[in-house]
C-alpha cells in the first residue's frame, strides 16, 4: 500500500491561500490635521517569528528613519498538524473524474487534519497595527472560507474553512514608557484541510449483462 507514489503539495497549497488572505493589506499615515500623508501596503513573508524578531532588534537604535522604513510587517509560519477525528467521512467515498473517452480517475475521500497556522503584525507605531488588524478581524466570524484544487488530477475544488482562534497584543518599550520601540500582534488560525491518497485508474463501464427471470414464488 506505501510503495505508491504521488505527491499533491497539500502543505504548500495551504500556505499559499492562507497567504493569500493578508498579501494585500494597506495603511495609511495622517498628519496631525487627519490628512493622509501616506499610504503603505504592508509586506508579508513566511516566516518564524524568532527571524522578525532577530531583525527588528538588529536595527540601530538611534536610526528613527531606518526602524520607520523597516515597519510595519507581517510574517506567518504553520505551529502544528494534527488530526481531526470529528470531520472523518466514510472511508469507502470516492471522487471520480472521466479524463479520457476510455477510462476514469477516482480517489477515496481525504483525511481531515488541522493545520495551525500563527499570524505576527509588526507596527512601529500603535496606530499601524490597529489599522492592519481591524482589516483582518470584521471577516472571521469565527471562519473564513477559501476554496481551492487539492488534487489537480481529479480537479474539484474544496472549500476550507479557516477559523480565528485567539489574538494577543504586546508592546515592546524602549528604555521608558514613553518610547514605543515595535507593536507586535500574534493572530492563531486553524485551517481544516485534507490530506488525499493516490488516484486510482480504471476502465469505464460500457457494457452490462443481467440475467431477468420471474420467480414464480412471489
Known sequence: MLDQKFYWGTIR??????????????IDRKDSTGNVVQ????????????????????????????????????????????????RKQNSLLKAAKSNTASHVSSMYMGVP?????????YARNIDDGNQIVEQIL????????????????????????IILNNLTNSIEYEGNYDSVRYVNWTLNFTMKTYYYGPVSKTN????VYANIYNDPSL
Not at 513573508?45 to 520607520?68: D, V
Not at 469505464?204 to 457494457?207: G, K, L, N, P, S
Open 39 to 86: 499610504t503603505l501596503k504592508v509586506p508579508l513573508a513566511y516566516a518564524p517569528r524568532q527571524k522578525f524578531l532577530a531583525r527588528i532588534q538588529a536595527q540601530p537604535q538611534s536610526f528613527e528613519q531606518s526602524f520607520q522604513t523597516y515597519l510595519p510587517r507581517m510574517g506567518f509560519e504553520i505551529t502544528g498538524i494534527s488530526y481531526d477525528a470529528s
Open 138 to 161: 470584521p471577516f472571521f466570524n469565527p471562519d473564513f472560507t477559501v476554496s481551492a484544487n487539492m488534487v489537480s488530477d481529479i480537479g474539484f475544488l474544496k472549500d476550507i474553512p
Open 204 to 207: 469505464i463501464i460500457r457494457t
Open 13 to 26: 497549497k495551504s500556505v499559499v491561500a492562507f497567504g493569500n488572505l493578508f498579501n494585500n493589506l494597506l
Open 113 to 121: 487534519y488541522d493545520i495551525n497556522f500563527s499570524l505576527n503584525i
